[in-house]
Each structure stands twice: as C-alpha cells, then as structure tokens.
C-alpha cells in the first residue's frame, strides 16, 4: 500500500513538473519553466544588482568630473553617464526568457555610430 502511495505522488509530482507531457500548455511556455525563471531570475539579482548599481554611482561621478574637467562639456558627461547609469539592473523573468534586452551598459542616443566600413574605400 505505501508503495502504491509513493508511485502515485511520484507520477503526479512528475506531472506538475512537466505539463508539456499532458499537452496542456502551448509549446515554448510552461508552468514549471515560467517558475523557473521566477525563482532563478531574483537569485541572479542579488548578485548582479550591486554590481550594477556601483558601477551606475561611479558612472555618475566620474561624468560629472568628466564635465567639470572638460568646461562643462555636456557631451563628454553624457558619453560616460549613458553607458554606466543605464541599462539592466535587475534580472527578470522577461530577460531571461529573451523578451526584453539584458543591456548591462545602455548607450543609448549617445551611441557612436556603428561602421560600415567593408575593407574597401570608395572614390
């Protein structure tokens, strides 16, 4: 009788666990892998978080130093505060399932141009 109890939690533990076996969910989403990243997302927060976040502060400094050394050049501060004070501070279960951007450092408008050079000059 306990062996019969221990296959039947166990089946239906497995069921929980992966309800694409069932077919109950569309393809691509789960209910185990959307608690998956709702566990797991948070967990990579702690650790990314204040790294972030002490690179976002010594962005804002170094901008604003970058400014006063340079007689007020606004450009200047903004090229080191876009990259450093923005982007992604926390993880979520939407960057971890690809639907937003992870961006560490978020250039934003400031952004250089990107080259089109292909290795050969025009006339």
């Known amino acids: ?6 296959l039947i939690g166990s089946a239906v533990v497995i069921g929980l666990l992966y309800p694409g ?3 109950a969910q569309p393809a ?3 209910k185990s892998g959307e608690f998956a990243r709702g566990v797991v997302a948070p967990l990579l927060s702690v650790g990314y978080f204040p790294i ?3 690179t976002g502060v010594a962005g804002a400094v170094l901008g604003g130093v970058s400014g006063f050394l340079t007689g007020g050049n606004e450009r200047a501060a903004e090229g080191i505060w876009h990259p450093m004070t923005g982007g992604t501070y926390f993880i979520t279960p939407a960057v971890l399932d690809g639907e937003r951007p992870f961006l560490p450092f978020d250039y934003g408008p400031s952004a250089p141009p990107r080259s089109t050079y292909s290795g050969y000059m025009q006339p």
């Not at 009788?1 to 221990?6: A, D, E, F, H, Y």
């Open 1 to 6: 009788m306990k062996g019969s109890r221990t």
């Open 21 to 23: 076996l069932s077919g």
């Open 28 to 30: 691509g989403k789960t």
């Open 52 to 54: 972030k976040f002490a």
